[in-house]
């Protein structure tokens, strides 16, 4: 599939350009480029955090074996799972003997997070490696605590995989009065620096404990639109915000419309099955993710592809237009989460239903043998 065909007209312009030149000096900031994608044989995927739950029942699928965690822990009746909105991940993936546990984004609370992870089994001091989406408050609500929490116990040398500067960045989200935004808060790296805590900058595709690999900074090539959301603030103070120059003069010191200019995909390359694609919240485009996916491993092969599309404000033919550029990828499985929407999960179903699988806080998904 040639993305790059489809109209380029349609699509809102990032201006990822202009950022390259965005480095701070923190604990530990580095760019890192891929060269060869690793292959896996396994991967393991637990939800920790979405906004719903369901009740346990019986899934078959080919190509995934599917858990679902009781939502009453089977060790302590008086907890329980927590839904929130927002998105966490634990990730685990393996090559041959050798494991890599990875959290990828934070939900929207550190109480949702960290109970979560105890039921789930998530081991919160086996952790090698910390990625985080993009700077949106219900995917790096829960981080700090976190870290706050465990930090004693995690690797010495722990890093945090970020897109790039503009996750540091201050945002407002709608508040529901027309017209009105409200304080979205700001990922503060002066507290990730006194945990000591290292920044990767993953503008370009960067390969993370020799297993997963991130695609760079996404290129907007298809029909898709960054739907709206929030607005963006360019500028640094006190040690606070981002520090993009270029851009803060252009938008005049004001709060603009968010582009998501360093929102970037996580993704692993399985053994005889190809690429697994996870778009924690898809601002950039769930087709232009995959894409990226595509361009900067070489592989073509589109196992599944799952996570938040970000398609809840889209209309139906948006909609339609989207299920029909997945579909020509092929993908085995397609797991919408978060912010991907019921009307896109009734899409799917119209469409390419016999790909869909669904999830809810505490499933699990394992790939592979």
């Avoid at 350009?17 to 393991?44: N, R």
């Avoid at 949106?136 to 790039?164: C, E, Q, W």
């Avoid at 360019?234 to 120059?245: H, Q, V």
């Amino acid at each position: 599939m040639n993305i790059h065909k489809l109209d380029r007209r349609q699509f809102i312009l990032g201006t990822s350009a202009l950022v390259a030149g965005s480095g701070l000096a923190s604990f530990g900031i580095e760019s890192q480029a891929v060269t060869k994608v690793p292959t896996i044989d396994a991967l393991d995927i637990k939800v920790l955090v979405d906004s719903s739950y369901d009740s346990p029942r019986p899934d078959t699928n080919q190509w995934v074996k599917i858990k679902r965690t009781p939502f009453i822990s089977t060790k302590d009746y008086r907890k329980a799972l927590h839904n929130e909105w927002g998105l966490a991940l634990a990730l685990e993936s393996r090559i041959g003997q050798d494991k890599k546990s990875m959290l990828l984004d934070y939900g929207y609370t550190p109480a949702a997070l960290m109970g979560n992870m105890e039921i789930m089994d998530v081991n919160p001091h086996r952790q090698d490696a910390m990625i985080l989406s993009h700077g949106h408050f219900d995917h790096f609500g829960g981080l700090i605590a976190f870290l706050k929490a465990n930090r004693s116990k995690l690797p010495s040398d722990l890093t945090l995989y970020v897109g790039g500067e503009d996750n540091f960045c201050n945002r407002k989200t709608a508040s529901g009065a027309p017209g009105h935004f409200a304080d979205w808060g700001v990922l503060d790296r002066r507290e990730l620096d006194a945990l000591k805590v290292k920044i990767v900058y993953c503008e370009k595709p960067t390969i993370i404990q020799g297993q997963a690999f991130t695609t760079g900074t996404i290129s907007r090539d298809s029909f898709e639109k960054v739907l709206p959301n929030t607005l963006v603030e360019f500028s640094k103070k006190n040690g606070l915000g981002c520090d993009m120059p270029e851009l803060n003069a252009k938008a005049e010191g004001k709060f603009v419309k968010d582009d998501h200019l360093h929102e970037h995909g996580t993704a692993f390359n399985l053994k005889d099955r190809g690429l697994i694609v996870i778009s924690s919240c898809g601002h950039a485009g769930i087709v232009n993710t995959v894409q990226q996916a595509i361009n900067v491993s070489g592989v073509n092969k589109v196992h599944a592809i799952l996570g938040g599309f970000h398609l809840f404000p889209a209309p139906n033919d948006y909609l339609i237009s989207t299920v029909e550029a997945l579909k020509q990828f092929n993908p085995d499985v397609v797991i919408p989460l978060h912010c991907s929407g019921p009307a896109f999960v009734t899409t799917m179903r119209n469409i390419l239903s016999d790909r869909l699988v669904t999830s809810t806080t505490g499933t699990e998904f394992q790939f592979g043998s």
